[in-house]
């Protein structure tokens, strides 16, 4: 698989996911959503795994790679799931623009071979602005905004945490397997979450809510997962990270059209001010990109 296109369809699919979310849970319950999900995309990666004659390995450090996914998957996912009920899905997509500083701050602590320099912290805090500028006409706050708010931002901290945990264990996995151990861990706590809660099963589950339980399960899921888990081996934690800097403003695009909004010119300032961010976040890596580029081209003059 081509790293940049898992990279950019990382982007769509994580876009997109906000609005699923949402959908997903009318008139069935955030938790039948998400349990529902979560069973459909282990099945799936199951039938991949033997389809595609993938090992699924259970030596000690596979299962703590799975344990990390599996225990991101159910701690930020039942965290946003619950926080999506009381803010917009665009919010949801600003909150987890603050990805990339705590997982630049971890991976600086925990890897030791990424540095959380100036640039980065310039940079980071340059698109979080921007995504302020965006959605700061649109935000309102109250004691059930700050609820969804705080379960979001709890699992933004938590899914970053999964990340650097998976990425020090580096065990050196396939994508899918990674997916499929994680999911193996985190459906049946889902599924146990769901019955110990008293949530009955849904007496009609309308045809938006179904599309999107099964768009999330294959996409949002298993496909959307293993694009992740692909550059986040190929890539350093903190330049993956940088998707949850973009989805936001394709998200905004995507609301346009099927939700009838209006971009205003808060929403061109902040894009504005993100690619800026991201200019500078990832400074140091362009300019030794560079460097080796002009040094490879005088070595072939020579």
Known sequence: MSVPLAYSGVILIWSTTPL?????????????????????????????IRLLKIELPWHRDAFKTYLAAGMGFYAAMLAVYWGAQFIPSGMVSVLFGLTPLFTGILAAIWLGNEKF???????????????????SDNI????????????????????????????????????????????????????????????????????????????????????????????LKNMDASKVAL???????????????????EISHHAYLGTAVILTGLI????????????KRLIKERDNAN
């Open 20 to 48: 699923a979310i949402k959908w997903s849970s009318d008139g069935s319950g955030f938790l039948f959503g998400i349990s529902s999900r979560m069973l459909m995309a282990t099945l799936l990666c199951l039938v991949l």
């Open 117 to 135: 320099g100036m640039e980065k912290i310039i940079g980071t805090l340059a698109g979080l602005f921007g995504l302020m500028i965006i959605f």
């Open 140 to 231: 309102e706050v109250s004691l059930i905004t700050a609820q969804g708010i705080i379960a979001v931002l709890i699992s933004v901290i938590l899914h970053s945490i999964s990340s650097i945990h998976i990425k020090r264990i580096d065990a050196g996995l396939p994508s899918l397997a990674i997916t499929t151990g994680g999911l193996l861990i985190a459906a049946p706590l889902f599924i146990a979450t769901w019955l110990i809660s008293g949530q009955s099963f849904p007496e009609q589950l309308t045809l938006r809510s179904g599309i999107s339980i099964v768009y999330l399960s294959v996409f949002g899921s298993v496909i959307g997962f293993i694009m992740y888990f692909y550059t």
């Open 243 to 261: 998707i949850t800097l973009i989805t936001p403003v394709i998200a905004l695009i995507i609301g346009t059209y099927f939700n009838h909004e």
């Open 280 to 291: 500078s976040f990832q400074w140091v890596a362009l300019s030794r990109v560079g460097r």
